[in-house]
């Protein structure tokens, strides 16, 4: 219906078009109590005309001026067709019909403006967000506010209580709790201590830290969310681009036929000149592509505003257009299928002092400072707090002394005597892809602990959607093979690849295109980003590093992973409506075209009908903002 999202010239006059809209809205309103054809009715119609119409009239002007010039070459848009449309309705009498030809035009460029504000309001609510201040100390201990942008890394900046933390840096003094919400959607505040990072824009809590700042105002996680943002209004979909690309053809087409239409109108239909140049006009009118036009812009822009607010940031309706046509999904496994974290799954002890091992091993762990030792103090609850010196042999594992016993913990290649029911659950558990370690008292084998990093809640869910939609689910993970199918049972994947080198992810992302086609991979690390970039849509997990975001083409940014499913749906349903609406302008452009040769056709019916259409493709491009069925 209009090009305001193609054209190189944008015109923003505020509010100013939207006054003479409502302004003329009234005027129109008033000619049409003066009497009928009068010169009074007449004149004020023009004037309406001028006003509803300011916007649509100056840029079908100026527009075209503009993209002739920069093409070298004549290019037209709509604005223009609709433009000499009123006015020859007005030269031939019609002003109630030109006149209202620019109305209702004028009201469906403003229904496509507010889809593509709503757009621009959801995603970019997190500019308000943005800080523009900060505290920064000086040499002398004191503070001085200055702009974001002054600062430098290694700056030291002051955030008092319920301030906007500036940039992103980490804490050098203090400890205080933090909102991140603007960044992953967390609702709970996250506790914050000395070494701890600090993200820009999120909200400081009751307490106050110093903190040294470790990236450029323009390198924050927050900058990069907004250049997310600004990409997602740039890119649309094949359909859109093509729509764009034939307009300025297909108008000129209609320039082309109106005055041959005209001149022949006589000869072929016997119709008198005044009834020709009146179909002409009716022809210029009904043969407009408004409705075309519209077909796929505010619905697309309508679809990635409900994503925003779900916390989906698409850089381009052209990648979320691709979702619904995809054949294979790949995943990383670690903090993208998984929690990211081992947690403990299976114990076994022999003997009657199950309580008692339980007791010392978490003392022993209390000690250590690795992931293992947390899914162990996290899972088992202590009926006694027992006090022991642990030192971490490199060879022998976790070794301790308490009351004349040794006890140790490490993997099973340490341990030589291995008692045979320990054994068989070591093997068990090892074919379930799950990390086990040993548990000895003075060299002899007590018990064992079994440890995974389990499927997060979101996977098997996401999994089982895509594998009903017919697409294929594989995971590419760098542990190994056995690891990855536990995982990939328990969630119903269709396929695994183990042992996968960083460096090799992106080849196996290229034998998937080659096997089935459109591939997207889902990913949140460094290593993930050679794939993001090969894949037909690389997505990254909002919690994951800066670079896997930044060459994403979508981030799910509160990591949760059943907005992929949601996304996919929403995919579905723009593609589906937008084709909708194409068929639905075509048929009705044909229709009027038809009956108007027909003599069936008069001005006030083919600027309803036809500006009508207009309005119900925007209005069912508008239904994007409803979430999808399931």
Not at 121 to 149: C, F, H, W, Y
Request: hydrophobic share 45%; with cysteine.
């Amino acid at each position: 219906m209009t090009e305001k999202h193609h054209h190189h010239h944008d015109h923003d006059h505020g509010k100013l078009p939207v006054i003479l809209y409502i302004v003329g809205l009234i005027v129109f309103i008033v000619a049409l109590f003066l009497p009928e054809k009068s010169l009074q009715q007449n004149v004020t119609f023009v004037i309406a005309m001028l006003l509803t119409g300011y916007h649509v009239i100056e840029e079908g002007i100026l527009d075209t001026i503009h993209s002739t010039v920069d093409a070298k070459k004549f290019t037209p848009n709509i604005h223009i067709l609709m433009t000499i449309a009123a006015v020859g309705a007005s030269f031939i009498g019609d002003f109630l019909e030109g006149s209202l030809l620019i109305l209702i035009f004028a009201t469906a460029h403003f229904l496509e403006d507010y889809a593509e504000g709503k757009s621009k309001r959801e995603i970019t609510n997190l500019m308000k967000m943005n800080p523009t201040e900060a505290r920064l100390i000086q040499p002398d201990g004191n503070t001085k506010i200055v702009s974001v942008k002054e600062l430098k890394v290694g700056d030291q900046l002051n955030v008092l209580n319920g301030d906007q933390v500036p940039t992103d840096g980490v804490i050098i003094s203090g400890a205080t709790s933090i909102d991140e919400s603007a960044i992953n959607g967390e609702s709970i505040p996250q506790e914050k201590q000395v070494g701890d990072t600090v993200f820009g824009s999120t909200i400081n809590g009751n307490h106050t830290f110093t903190m040294e700042v470790t990236k450029n105002a323009d390198e924050t996680l927050f900058a990069k969310i907004l250049q997310l943002v600004n990409e997602s209004q740039a890119s649309m979909p094949k359909a859109a681009t093509k729509i764009q690309k034939i307009e300025p053809i297909y108008v000129k087409a209609v320039l082309a036929i109106v005055p041959i239409f005209i001149l022949i109108g006589p000869f072929v239909f016997g119709w008198s000149w005044y009834e020709s140049f009146y179909r002409g006009m009716v022809f210029l009118t009904v043969a407009s592509p408004c409705a075309l036009a519209a077909s796929a812009v505010p619905a697309t822009l309508s679809a990635i505003s409900n994503l925003a607010k779900r916390g989906v940031l698409f850089k381009g309706g052209a990648y979320l257009a691709n979702i619904a046509q995809l054949k294979a999904v790949a995943f990383d496994k670690t903090g993208t299928l998984t929690q990211g974290e081992p947690s403990v799954t299976d114990y076994y002890f022999i003997g009657h002092q199950e309580q008692t091992h339980i007791d010392v091993i978490v003392a022993m762990e209390k000690q250590a400072n690795h992931p293992l030792a947390e899914a162990i103090t996290r899972y088992f609850e202590i009926e006694e707090t027992i006090e022991l010196e642990m030192e971490n042999e490199i060879g022998r594992g976790l070794v301790a002394h308490h009351e004349g016993d040794e006890y140790r913990i490490g993997k099973p290649s340490l341990f030589e005597k291995v008692p045979a029911q320990i054994k068989e659950h070591e093997i068990q558990y090892a074919n379930e892809g799950k990390t086990v370690v040993y548990y000895a008292v003075n060299q002899e084998v007590k018990g064992l602990i079994a440890m995974m990093d389990l499927p997060n809640e979101e996977a098997k869910e996401v999994i089982s959607y895509l594998n009903s939609e017919g697409i294929h689910t594989v995971m590419i993970t760098g542990d190994a093979t056995l690891t990855g199918e536990a995982v990939a049972r328990q969630i119903g994947m269709d396929e695994v690849v183990g042992n996968v080198l960083p460096e090799n992810k992106s080849e196996i992302i290229k034998q998937k295109q080659a096997e089935y086609g459109s591939v997207a991979m889902l990913g949140d690390g460094v290593n993930d980003a050679p794939a993001l970039v090969q894949a037909n849509i690389g997505i990254a997990m909002g919690d994951g590093t800066d670079v896997a975001m930044e060459v994403a083409d979508a981030v799910l940014m509160k990591n949760d992973l059943s907005n992929l499913s949601y996304a996919h749906r929403v995919s579905k349903k723009l593609d589906k409506i937008i084709w909708q609406n194409i068929y639905f302008s075509l048929a009705v452009i044909i229709l009027l075209v038809i009956l108007n040769i027909l003599g069936k056709m008069n001005l006030s019916i083919g600027v309803i009908a036809h500006e009508g259409s207009t309005l119900v493709v925007i209005f069912n491009g508008l239904r994007m903002l409803l979430p999808p069925k399931k």
